[in-house]
């Protein structure tokens, strides 16, 4: 027979790292709230939710390969990177997913990816708590799916 192994939504237990990124707070700070609203809804303790700012989305990958080693069962990383005039927007948002991959990779729980990136306001404005929902509250069920799966995938001893 087939065995299945799948996370759950119980973040009862889980201890929880966002890194968020202040540039464009209007917008990060829904996602953030987002987040942590559907972390405590699904079980989760705030005072095991550690939230890190940092400045831009560039420093996101940073700060979350700092906090992996710092007892987390999951990483949520936010942001918001919003098309300019200039090409600087392709910069940020290609090393921003780069970096945040590659913690993913090295990491040994889930790092998450939660960056925003859109071409003007509004559609940051849609997905940070808009007619497109939250993308920090859905970045946020799927840390809890993650952990859960992560835990359930530890080695037998």
């Given at each position: 027979?087939?065995?299945f192994?799948e996370?759950g939504?119980?973040?009862?237990g889980?201890?929880?790292?966002?890194v968020?990124?202040?540039?464009?707070?209007?917008?990060?700070?829904h996602?953030?709230?987002g987040?942590?609203?559907?972390?405590?809804?699904?079980g989760a303790?705030?005072n095991a939710?550690?939230?890190?700012?940092?400045?831009?989305?560039?420093?996101?990958?940073?700060?979350?390969k700092?906090?992996?080693?710092r007892?987390k069962?999951?990483?949520?990383?936010?942001?918001?990177?919003?098309?300019?005039?200039?090409?600087h927007?392709?910069?940020?948002a290609t090393?921003?997913?780069?970096g945040v991959?590659?913690v993913?990779?090295?990491?040994d729980?889930?790092v998450m990816f939660?960056?925003?990136?859109?071409?003007?306001?509004k559609?940051?404005?849609?997905?940070?708590?808009?007619?497109?929902?939250n993308?920090?509250?859905?970045t946020a069920l799927?840390?809890i799916e993650?952990?859960?799966?992560f835990?359930?995938?530890?080695?037998l001893?």
């Amino acid at each position: 027979m087939v065995k299945f192994i799948e996370g759950g939504l119980d973040a009862s237990g889980l201890k929880v790292g966002i890194v968020v990124s202040r540039f464009n707070t209007s917008i990060t700070e829904h996602l953030l709230n987002g987040a942590i609203n559907e972390l405590v809804s699904h079980g989760a303790d705030e005072n095991a939710i550690e939230v890190i700012r940092v400045p831009g989305a560039f420093e996101i990958p940073m700060a979350a390969k700092k906090i992996c080693s710092r007892d987390k069962d999951v990483i949520i990383c936010l942001g918001a990177v919003i098309r300019g005039g200039t090409p600087h927007f392709d910069y940020v948002a290609t090393e921003t997913a780069s970096g945040v991959a590659s913690v993913a990779r090295d990491a040994d729980i889930p790092v998450m990816f939660g960056v925003l990136t859109t071409d003007n306001i509004k559609q940051a404005e849609d997905r940070s708590g808009g007619k497109f929902g939250n993308k920090g509250a859905e970045t946020a069920l799927a840390a809890i799916e993650m952990a859960t799966l992560f835990k359930k995938l530890q080695p037998l001893t």
